[in-house]
């Protein structure tokens, strides 16, 4: 008779994993939060800061011009892989507050009409042209030039966050409830959107003063509790790693010559397309979705934010449900085309439908779609990957996706308010803008996706990668 010595460690422990994932998951919420806090704000940027469509299109996709210009994501993977998860996680905490702060004085009224303001009005005002790749252009509001600085600095802290907690997912739950614990993650950071749409509009006037600083203020110091919850987690992760002796970070270290395993992938880049053209057609989406509802139907910012938090919440209840069933189920590939295919209709009707009925109840039918579609994606994308490349890549692997996707989210906010400006020519009203044209680009994203959904299905059935399948193996 054989006696198996079989050691317990903290990832064994449901409550010990699971808090992991809440400390993780919270970091993410607030980071959510800052993403939109001006989202629902953008007509009263215009008021009271000058922000017209493409000066806020041009803040909104300053985010990620560090991650994809100075390949900013590519070197946090690799510092994610080198370094591990906790390091990763202070820093990208640290560095989202930093850049939240320096947003924060942006649009504060401490900047407005201080001398900072007036030099930087000097600077940065470059010709709008094919060679001008960054977010500043000549006549650009000051305000919103730091502002984009800010955001640039927040956008490298935020992405790296993104990578470090699905790696600390998969360093918890691998074998075990991993997509569930991905949904859940993901359910958590789009409450955070859905808390933003409602609250930042009602924030900026409390008291009947409205500031659009003010929600900002408060995102920042939320950015503060996400750093100490990352630095709460790293105790954890530290006492997981001795327990399983430094395992993750030295038997198989990484090598910059890996990654050759990861750009030679073809199905690694049919994901990592899919995600690039999915995401584009919802992220940039959120920025101008609020302002949308109230050209549309008419809505106060208030009762638009409230309306579309409707997206964020539907999505944050199904994620979960879905996640497990892709642990029990699989069906992963299935999943994205399906998510891909409700979108192109969730973004056909705000192009159509919607404005011709003025329905409230087609445009949340419409936003539940939608809310669908974003839980079907993400739960079956991110679980997806760790399938596709070799442990000790995971981090990269993100990262490289995260690089990619970052393209799309910094050239489409951009793409969107030159095009409403060019489709609404002469109108300076916030509240009248035709959002059509900018609907049906949208859509077109979502039919390049479902394309590549039926692509990568395709070569997994070919090469068998497993994205079909449960993620949680029965046992004989």
Known sequence: MTTETITKTLRDNAVARWTALVLLAAAMFFGYIFVDVLSPLKDLLQEQRGWDSNAFGHFAGSETFLNVFVFFLIFAGIILD???????????????????????????????????????????????????????YVGMP????????????????????????????????????????????????????AVVMVGSPLIAKLGGNISVSRPVAFSVLLLLIGLISFITYSFMDKKLETQEGNTEEKDDPFKI??????????????????CV???????????????????????????????????????????????????????????LMLGALLMIVCHLSFAFLVPATQSTVLTLASIVLLGISFSLVPAALWPSVPK?????????????????????????????GAVLVAVN????????????????????????????????????????????????????
């Open 82 to 136: 080198k370094m591990g998860v906790r390091f990763t996680a202070i820093l990208s905490g640290l560095v989202m507050f930093i850049g939240g702060a320096i947003n924060y004085y942006a649009v504060s009224e401490m900047f407005a009409g201080s001398a900072l303001e007036q030099t930087i009005d000097g600077w940065l005002n470059l010709p709008e042209t094919w060679w001008n790749i960054t977010p500043f």
């Open 142 to 193: 000051a305000s919103a030039k730091l502002s984009a600085v800010g955001f640039m600095v927040f956008g490298c802290g935020v992405e790296m966050a993104g990578i470090t907690v699905s790696r600390g997912i998969v360093k918890w739950f691998r074998g075990k409830e991993m997509a569930l614990a991905m949904g859940l993650e993901m359910a958590i950071a789009r409450i955070g959107v």
């Open 257 to 274: 010559s890996d990654l050759k395993y990861i750009f030679t992938s073809r199905v690694f880049w049919l994901v990592a397309l899919l």
């Open 277 to 335: 053209l999915y995401y584009s057609a919802i992220f940039p989406f959120q920025k101008y979705a609020v302002n949308m509802l109230q050209c549309n139907l008419g809505y106060t910012a208030d009762q638009a934010g409230l309306v579309f938090s409707v997206f964020p919440l539907g999505a944050a209840a199904i994620t979960p449900f879905l996640g497990n069933f892709l642990d029990r189920k699989g069906k992963g590939a299935t999943m």
């Open 388 to 416: 596709l490349v070799k442990p000790q890549l995971i981090g990269s692997a993100y990262a490289v996706i995260f690089w990619i996707q970052n393209i799309g989210l910094y050239a489409f906010p951009m793409i969107i």
């Open 425 to 476: 020519p002469g109108q300076e009203d916030p509240l009248k803008l035709n959002y059509t044209v900018p609907m049906c680009i949208f859509a077109s994203l979502g039919v390049f996706a479902l394309i590549l959904g039926l692509l990568l299905k395709v070569e997994d059935r070919r090469k068998h990668y497993g994205l079909e399948e449960p993620n949680i193996k029965k046992e004989n």
